[in-house]
């Protein structure tokens, strides 16, 4: 693994940014895997800042998200298909129907997955782009998912709830259950580009930098894909005390 340790926030999204603008130059028709969260904010902002600017174009661009709560529609503004289209789609050229996330309201949830298993065949990440949970989980794969797992449904855990609460009015608003990808899809594209800020994701950084390999730190089986760079800043680095291979 590549391990990149930056000062903040705002290194971790230029770092982050310029890997994926240089991917979307070589390849204007690249699929990008993409997540949701805070930390990938900043580098959706410098995409739609440089769209602007530099006029880097999208138009045949394809992505896939991570994950979708189940039971929030496109346009509910908790879903993620919201936040991606208000954190960076609307703010580039890409096509909507370029665009692909789990449906949350799929009322067979077993042919939902299968749908998008099927897609993710088709359309092979060249470069996912993770944040990592505090208790180590990637997407919505919480503690104890076998790394084989594709598409699924997943039950959340208290302490992903409690972390997601704040986006929420109230911690009984948020979905109990999500769609995500599962470990076998995340670990099928072809490079990974993992971020972290913070000191509550220090032990989460451990046990995928250092960690026993073992479902019950998730991230951990990214230490076995053959292109995956973790961009983190000194609070997430924390616990990675011996820098060797550290840059
Ligand atoms: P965050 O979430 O970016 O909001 O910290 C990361 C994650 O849970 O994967």
Same mark, same amino acid.
């Given at each position: 693994m590549n391990v990149i340790v930056v000062n903040g926030y705002e290194e971790m999204s230029d770092r982050a940014f310029a890997i994926m603008k240089d991917i979307v130059v070589k390849n204007p028709a690249a699929v990008l895997g993409l997540a949701t969260g805070s930390t990938p904010i900043g580098l959706y902002r410098r995409m739609v800042a440089d769209h602007a600017a530099a006029g880097t174009s999208y138009r045949a661009v394809r992505t896939v998200n991570l994950d979708e709560y189940a039971g929030l529609a496109p346009d509910h503004e908790q879903s993620y298909a919201y936040f991606m289209r208000t954190n960076l789609f609307d703010g580039i050229?890409? *096509? $909507?129907?370029n665009t692909h996330i789990e449906n949350g309201i799929a009322e067979d949830a077993a042919a939902e997955c299968a749908r998008y298993n099927e897609l993710l065949e088709t359309l092979r990440q060249d470069i996912q782009v993770l944040g990592i949970g505090s208790n180590g989980h990637i997407a919505f794969n919480e503690p104890g998912t076998p790394f084989d797992m594709t598409t699924h449904v997943v039950d959340l855990t208290e302490s992903t709830i409690r972390d997601n609460a704040r986006l929420f009015a109230r911690e009984e608003d948020v979905p109990r259950r999500a769609f995500t990808m599962g470990p076998k899809n995340i670990m099928n594209a072809a490079r990974i580009l993992i971020l972290a800020n913070g000191a509550n994701k220090a032990r989460a950084v451990y046990g995928l930098v250092r960690g026993e390999v073992t479902p019950s730190l998730p991230?951990?089986? *990214?230490? /076995? /894909? $053959?292109d995956c760079t973790l961009i983190c800043d000194r609070a997430a680095a924390a616990l990675l005390s011996d820098e060797k291979g550290v840059s």
């Amino acid at each position: 693994m590549n391990v990149i340790v930056v000062n903040g926030y705002e290194e971790m999204s230029d770092r982050a940014f310029a890997i994926m603008k240089d991917i979307v130059v070589k390849n204007p028709a690249a699929v990008l895997g993409l997540a949701t969260g805070s930390t990938p904010i900043g580098l959706y902002r410098r995409m739609v800042a440089d769209h602007a600017a530099a006029g880097t174009s999208y138009r045949a661009v394809r992505t896939v998200n991570l994950d979708e709560y189940a039971g929030l529609a496109p346009d509910h503004e908790q879903s993620y298909a919201y936040f991606m289209r208000t954190n960076l789609f609307d703010g580039i050229d890409i *096509l $909507p129907e370029n665009t692909h996330i789990e449906n949350g309201i799929a009322e067979d949830a077993a042919a939902e997955c299968a749908r998008y298993n099927e897609l993710l065949e088709t359309l092979r990440q060249d470069i996912q782009v993770l944040g990592i949970g505090s208790n180590g989980h990637i997407a919505f794969n919480e503690p104890g998912t076998p790394f084989d797992m594709t598409t699924h449904v997943v039950d959340l855990t208290e302490s992903t709830i409690r972390d997601n609460a704040r986006l929420f009015a109230r911690e009984e608003d948020v979905p109990r259950r999500a769609f995500t990808m599962g470990p076998k899809n995340i670990m099928n594209a072809a490079r990974i580009l993992i971020l972290a800020n913070g000191a509550n994701k220090a032990r989460a950084v451990y046990g995928l930098v250092r960690g026993e390999v073992t479902p019950s730190l998730p991230a951990s089986i *990214l230490q /076995h /894909h $053959p292109d995956c760079t973790l961009i983190c800043d000194r609070a997430a680095a924390a616990l990675l005390s011996d820098e060797k291979g550290v840059s």
